[in-house]
C-alpha cells in the first residue's frame, strides 16, 4: 500500500511490474476464521482459493502457514481485466461440486474494492449469506453472526450451513505464521487450474480507462492580525457565496 502507483501501458489498470504481492487485508481476516472454525470442530478442512498469475503464490502460502490445508491457484495472467461478476462465476464454478460447509470470502478487495464477488457467488450457488460480518459464532450446524450496518449500527443474523460469510475490519486479528508452521506450508497442496476451466460468464461491463485524479488548486493562507483575518476570511466567503448562487 506504500507503493508508488502508476497507470499501466493499456490505460486499463495500474502497472504491477514493480509492486510487491501481498494477502488482501479483509481475505486475512477470512482466512483467520476459517483456521478458527477448523480448530474449532476438530475435523474441518480448509481449502484457500487465489486468482491470478503465478505472483499470487506467494501470498497464498502465507494462507497456508496460518493454517489452511491445501491452496488452489485459478492461473489467470488478465484477471485485473474481470469484473467481479466475471470474477464470482469463476470461483461458484470451483465450488460448485464440493460441498462446502462454510465460504468466507473478504468483504471486499483492496484494489477495486467493488464488495460484490462474496455476495454474487452466493446468489450463484443457491446459498445464503451474511455481509460485512464483524463476529462469527458456530455451534452445531448453525451460526449467529454480528454484520456491521451503516452508521456503526450491528445486526445479529442466525442461519443454518451451509452458508457464504464476508469479512470485515474487526472479526478476529489475523495470526502470524510461525517458523515450523511456514515450513509445513511447503509440504502442502498447491494445485493450479486454467481459468478457461472454470470461467463460464460473460462480462457484464468493461474497465475502459484508469486514470488519477485532476489535481485542484492550492489553498489560500492569511496572515496577519487574527482580528483583520476574520474581517478578510468574511469577505472572502461572501465573495464565494456570490459567485456560487450566480
Same mark, same amino acid.
Given at each position: 500500500?506504500?507503493?508508488?502507483?502508476?497507470?499501466?501501458? @493499456? *490505460?486499463?489498470?495500474?502497472?504491477?511490474?514493480? #509492486?510487491?504481492?501481498?494477502?488482501?487485508?479483509?481475505?486475512?481476516? +477470512?482466512?483467520?476464521?476459517?483456521?478458527?472454525?477448523?480448530?474449532?470442530?476438530?475435523? +474441518?478442512?480448509?481449502? !484457500?482459493?487465489?486468482?491470478?498469475?503465478?505472483?499470487?503464490?506467494?501470498?497464498? $502460502?502465507?494462507?497456508?502457514?496460518?493454517?489452511?490445508?491445501? *491452496?488452489?491457484?485459478?492461473?489467470?495472467?488478465?484477471?485485473? *481485466?474481470?469484473?467481479? =461478476?466475471?470474477?464470482?462465476?469463476?470461483?461458484?464454478? =470451483? @465450488?460448485?461440486?464440493?460441498?462446502?460447509?462454510?465460504? =468466507?470470502?473478504?468483504?471486499?478487495?483492496?484494489?477495486?474494492?467493488?464488495? %460484490?464477488?462474496?455476495?454474487?457467488?452466493?446468489?450463484?450457488?443457491? &446459498?445464503?449469506? !451474511?455481509?460485512?460480518?464483524?463476529?462469527? /459464532?458456530?455451534?452445531?450446524?448453525? !451460526?449467529?453472526?454480528?454484520?456491521?450496518?451503516?452508521? *456503526?449500527?450491528?445486526?445479529?443474523?442466525?442461519?443454518?450451513?451451509?452458508?457464504? =460469510?464476508?469479512?470485515?475490519?474487526?472479526?478476529?486479528?489475523?495470526?502470524?505464521?510461525?517458523?515450523?508452521?511456514?515450513?509445513? +506450508? $511447503?509440504?502442502?497442496? &498447491? #494445485?493450479?487450474?486454467?481459468?478457461?476451466?472454470?470461467? %463460464?460468464?460473460?462480462?457484464?461491463?468493461?474497465?475502459?480507462?484508469?486514470?488519477?485524479?485532476?489535481?485542484?488548486?492550492?489553498? #489560500?493562507?492569511?496572515?496577519?492580525?487574527? +482580528?483583520?483575518? @476574520?474581517? %478578510?476570511? !468574511?469577505?472572502? #466567503?461572501?465573495? $464565494?457565496?456570490?459567485?456560487? /448562487?450566480?
Amino acid at each position: 500500500m506504500e507503493s508508488k502507483f502508476k497507470v499501466d501501458g @493499456a *490505460g486499463t489498470w495500474y502497472d504491477t511490474t514493480d #509492486l510487491a504481492w501481498r494477502m488482501n487485508e479483509y481475505d486475512e481476516y +477470512a482466512i483467520e476464521q476459517a483456521v478458527q472454525l477448523k480448530e474449532q470442530v476438530g475435523d +474441518a478442512d480448509v481449502t !484457500v482459493l487465489c486468482i491470478g498469475s503465478d505472483r499470487v503464490k506467494e501470498p497464498m $502460502k502465507k494462507a497456508l502457514a496460518m493454517g489452511c490445508d491445501r *491452496g488452489v491457484q485459478v492461473a489467470d495472467d488478465a484477471v485485473s *481485466g474481470k469484473e467481479p =461478476f466475471e470474477i464470482a462465476s469463476i470461483i461458484a464454478t =470451483f @465450488a460448485r461440486d464440493k460441498n462446502f460447509d462454510v465460504i =468466507f470470502t473478504g468483504m471486499q478487495s483492496q484494489d477495486r474494492g467493488s464488495a %460484490q464477488v462474496g455476495v454474487l457467488v452466493a446468489e450463484m450457488l443457491n &446459498l445464503p449469506s !451474511v455481509s460485512t460480518v464483524v463476529d462469527f /459464532s458456530y455451534q452445531d450446524g448453525g !451460526v449467529t453472526a454480528k454484520r456491521e450496518l451503516e452508521g *456503526g449500527i450491528k445486526a445479529i443474523v442466525k442461519l443454518k450451513t451451509p452458508a457464504l =460469510f464476508t469479512c470485515q475490519l474487526g472479526l478476529n486479528t489475523p495470526r502470524y505464521p510461525t517458523l515450523p508452521n511456514i515450513m509445513k +506450508a $511447503k509440504k502442502k497442496e &498447491l #494445485l493450479s487450474i486454467p481459468v478457461g476451466d472454470l470461467l %463460464q460468464a460473460d462480462p457484464r461491463q468493461q474497465t475502459t480507462t484508469v486514470y488519477f485524479p485532476e489535481k485542484k488548486g492550492g489553498g #489560500l493562507v492569511l496572515e496577519g492580525d487574527v +482580528a483583520e483575518l @476574520a474581517g %478578510q476570511l !468574511v469577505q472572502i #466567503l461572501k465573495e $464565494k457565496t456570490s459567485v456560487l /448562487s450566480r
